[in-house]
C-alpha cells in the first residue's frame, strides 16, 4: 500500500493518511514509490488501492475523472516526480461532497446537485449554470476571476414565479408555466408571449428598464385532451407489433432526439399528444390513461425503464416538440419531464459462448435488437444493469465482474470491434456485481530439488481457496509439460506455478484475466535472489489453456509464441540454485532468449546482468550465461541450433562437454 496525503478537510480513509500543504510538500514526506493524493470530496468505497501504472507510465501523475469533470481531485504521483499527467476516464470516482463556500443559489430553485465541480485544469473562472429555460438564472460556482463560462449541464429547475408578469383577463392561468424568465445577458425587454392562434395576446414578462417588445415563440397549451395514438418504435428486436392499438411503426434512428424529430414532423396535424413506445419494453400492466398536469402539457414527457431514467416510453405534445426541439443538441435539453412510472424493458438476449475472447465472440455472433448479454458462464438472467439507448456514448459496454465473464455489449459498439472490447470507446466498469470464477492452479516440476517444499508453501497459502490446486509432474521437455499442465486445468486459464517458485504468500488467487481483451497468457514478475531482477523470468504465468494447447513450440519461448501481456505484481521468488545442474541450466535457458532478443534497450540490461551479477560462491548462473551467449554466436542465432535448448537431454549433454556438469542424481 502506497502513502496516502490530502490537503484541508481530512478524508478519514486510512489510518496512515497525512496532510500536507501540497503534491510537492507530499513528494518531500514520502516513504513509498508512488502515493495517494486523496480529497474528502470522493466516495472512494470501491477503489482499488493496489493499481499502479505500467512500467513506460511510472513517470506520469495519474489523475481519475468524476460524473463531472476529466479530473476528480484524485491522483497517484510518483515520489520521484512527474512529467505530465495521464488522465483516466475510468473507473469513475464520484464526487459526493461539495464546499457550499464557493456556490451561489438564488431563491426559488429546486434542489441542486452541488457535487458539481469544475475542471482543475481550467483558467480560474465563475461557472454560471442554467434553468429549464435560460442558460442563466441558476447558481454560480465563484472560482475567482471575471471570466464568466456558461453551464449546460447540469441544468437547475425554478419553481417560483417573479414578479414582472402582467396577465391579460381571460387567460388560462392554470396552462402556463409562470416559472419562465429571460436570459440575464439579455438587455432589458417587455416579453410578450402568443396565444395558440397569435403571437401576441398572451402574458407579458416586464424587465425593469425595457423599452423594445421581444416576442416569445413559446406556445400556450390549453387542453385537457389525453393522447390516444400509439406509435411504437422499431429496436429490431423481433418484438415489434406486441403493443396493442399502435398507429404506426416507426424505425429507431441511430438516437432517440433524431428518431422523435423525424416522427414529429411526420405526424403533423393528424394528432397533438401521442405516446411513443419501444418495442423493447413490456407494456402489459402499463396505464396508457396516464396524462400529464395542464402545465406540463407542453413539455416532453419521459417514464423510466428498469429504473434507469433516460428511459424508452415518451408522452409528447407533437406541435410543440415539433418546433422546438432542433433548437437543442441533446435531448434532455429539451423541456423534459422525467415521470416517476417505470416501464420493464423485455429480457436481452444471452449469448452463451465456450470462447475465450468477449470481443471474438461480438465479432462472430450475430443477435436481434439493441444489447446483448455475452456470457461464458451459465448465467442466470436477473436484475441487470439498463443501459440508456438516447445517443451513442450513453450506450456502454458494460462488464459485471472484474474478468469480465459476462458482460452487455450494444450494437452500436461491433463495428469498433477489432481485437478487443476496448476498442470501443464507451466502457462502463462500474457494476461488476458478479464473481468469476477462480482459476485452477498448476504445480508443474520435472527434477527440482526444492520442487516438494515449494509445492507444500504453495499448498499452505491456498488451501482455504475455492482456486483448485493440481500438480504435474516428470513430462520431457518444455513443451510436454505446458501441455500436460492445461490437460489438467479445468478453467480456460491457470496459475503455472513453476518448481523452482516459492510463490509470495500474499498474492491475490482472485486475480482475473481480462475476457474483453483477446485471449492471451498474462506472465507476473518474480523476484531473482542470484542477480537481483525483477520481471517475468521464472514467474508465475496465467495460461490460457486453449493457447496452450495449440502451440508445438515453434518459437524460442512457449509463452511468447502467442499473444501475451506482463502483469507486474510479484509472484514470489524464483529461488533456482539449488545445484550447479539446475543453476547452471536456468541461466543457459533465458539468455539464450534475451541474446536472440536484441536489440533491445530492456533485455540488454537484463543479459548483462545475467553475465555480471551472481552472489553463489560457484558462480554457475554467470556461467551458464556467458556458455547460452558463446553457444548463440557459434551458432550464428540460427534459429533450430537454437530450439535444441528445449529439451533437457540436449541441455545435459552440452552441459556435460561444455563445464563437465553432470544433472542431478
Known amino acids: ?66 460524473q463531472w469533470q476529466k479530473d476528480s481531485g484524485t491522483y497517484l504521483v510518483p515520489r520521484s516526480g512527474y512529467t505530465d499527467t495521464n488522465y483516466h476516464d475510468a473507473p469513475i470516482i464520484l464526487r459526493v461532497h461539495s464546499d457550499n463556500v464557493n456556490w451561489t443559489v438564488p431563491e426559488g430553485i429546486e434542489a441542486f446537485d452541488v457535487t458539481w465541480h469544475p475542471d482543475p485544469t481550467e483558467p480560474v473562472m465563475t461557472y454560471q449554470f442554467g434553468t429549464q429555460h435560460q442558460r442563466t438564472g441558476g447558481p454560480r460556482y465563484h472560482n475567482g476571476g471575471t471570466l464568466i463560462k456558461y453551464v449546460d449541464t447540469p441544468r437547475a429547475v425554478k419553481i417560483s414565479q417573479d414578479s414582472y408578469w402582467t396577465i391579460p383577463d381571460g387567460a388560462d392561468t ?72 399502435t398507429t404506426r411503426r416507426v424505425r429507431y434512428f441511430d438516437n432517440y ?28 400492466n402499463f396505464d396508457f390513461s396516464w396524462h400529464p398536469e395542464q402545465w406540463q402539457a407542453g413539455m416532453l414527457h419521459v417514464f423510466a425503464s428498469d429504473g434507469e431514467k433516460f428511459g424508452d416510453t415518451f408522452f409528447m405534445h407533437v406541435p410543440s416538440f415539433a418546433h422546438r426541439a432542433e433548437q437543442v443538441a441533446l435531448l434532455e435539453w429539451y423541456d ?162 513453476f518448481a523452482k517458485l516459492q510463490v509470495d504468500q500474499n498474492f491475490d488467487w482472485s486475480w482475473q484475466p481480462d475476457r474483453m481483451q483477446q485471449a492471451k497468457h498474462y506472465i507476473f514478475h518474480a523476484k531473482n535472489p542470484v542477480n537481483g531482477l525483477v520481471y517475468g523470468h521464472q514467474a508465475m504465468i496465467a495460461y490460457n489453456r486453449r493457447l496452450t494447447l495449440a502451440n508445438t513450440g515453434h518459437g524460442l519461448d512457449f509463452t511468447l509464441d502467442d499473444p501475451h501481456e506482463v502483469v507486474p505484481i510479484v509472484s514470489g521468488s524464483a529461488n533456482y540454485y539449488t545445484s550447479s545442474w539446475m543453476c547452471w541450466r536456468t541461466a543457459f535457458r533465458e539468455v539464450l532468449k ?54 533437457w537431454a540436449w541441455l545435459a549433454t552440452h552441459a556435460l562437454i561444455k563445464r563437465g556438469l553432470t544433472t542431478d542424481p
Open 1 to 66: 500500500m502506497f502513502d496516502v496525503f490530502y490537503s484541508g478537510i481530512k478524508p478519514n480513509q486510512f489510518a496512515h493518511e497525512r496532510e500536507a500543504e501540497s503534491i510537492e510538500h507530499a513528494q518531500s514526506m514520502c516513504g513509498t514509490r508512488y502515493f495517494w493524493w486523496i480529497t474528502y470530496l470522493c466516495d472512494y468505497s470501491e477503489w482499488d488501492w493496489l493499481w499502479e501504472p505500467v512500467p513506460w507510465q511510472s513517470n506520469q501523475r495519474h489523475a481519475w475523472a468524476s
Open 174 to 245: 392554470d396552462s402556463f408555466d409562470w416559472t419562465w424568465h429571460p436570459d440575464a445577458t439579455d438587455p432589458p425587454y417587455t416579453y410578450q408571449f402568443g396565444t395558440q392562434h397569435q403571437r401576441t395576446g398572451g402574458p407579458q414578462y416586464h424587465v425593469p428598464g425595457a423599452k423594445d417588445t421581444k416576442f416569445v415563440g413559446q406556445l400556450v397549451i390549453r387542453t385537457n385532451r389525453v393522447a390516444t395514438a400509439i406509435y411504437e418504435i422499431d429496436h429490431m428486436d423481433g418484438a415489434a407489433g406486441a403493443i396493442p392499438n
Open 257 to 284: 432526439r433524431d428518431t422523435l424529430i423525424r416522427l414529429a414532423r411526420s405526424i403533423g396535424p393528424e394528432h397533438e399528444f401521442v405516446w411513443i413506445c419501444s418495442s423493447i419494453c413490456d407494456y402489459t
Open 336 to 497: 423534459c419531464n422525467f415521470v416517476g412510472i417505470n416501464v420493464p424493458r423485455r429480457p436481452i438476449p444471452v449469448i452463451t459462448h465456450a470462447l475465450d475472447s468477449q470481443a471474438k465472440a461480438v465479432r462472430t455472433l450475430d443477435w436481434a435488437g439493441p444489447l446483448a448479454l455475452f456470457t461464458t458462464t451459465d448465467y442466470v438472467l436477473g436484475n441487470l444493469v439498463t443501459v440508456p439507448l438516447w445517443r451513442e456514448n450513453v450506450k456502454t459496454v458494460v462488464p459485471l465482474s472484474a474478468g469480465a465473464a459476462s458482460v452487455i455489449v450494444p450494437r452500436t459498439a461491433v463495428p469498433y470491434v477489432k481485437t478487443q472490447l476496448y476498442d470501443y470507446p464507451y466502457i462502463d466498469r462500474t457494476h461488476r456485481m458478479l464473481k468469476d470464477q477462480p482459476l485452477d492452479i498448476v504445480f508443474i516440476d520435472n527434477g527440482e530439488r526444492d520442487a516438494d517444499s515449494n509445492f507444500t508453501h504453495l499448498n499452505s497459502v491456498t488451501y482455504n481457496l475455492e482456486n483448485r490446486l493440481h500438480r504435474s509432474s516428470g513430462a520431457t521437455g518444455r513443451v510436454a509439460a505446458y501441455h500436460a499442465a492445461a490437460e489438467m486445468s479445468t478453467t480456460p486459464w491457470f496459475f503455472a506455478v
Open 594 to 647: 534475451l541474446r536472440a532478443s536484441l536489440p533491445d534497450i530492456e533485455n540488454e540490461y537484463r543479459l548483462n546482468q545475467w553475465l555480471t551479477k551472481d552472489n553463489t560462491l560457484n558462480q554457475w548462473s554467470i556461467k551458464g550465461a556467458q556458455d547460452a551467449v558463446e553457444y548463440y554466436e557459434s551458432v550464428n542465432g540460427d534459429f533450430e541450433q537454437l530450439r535444441k535448448s528445449y529439451e
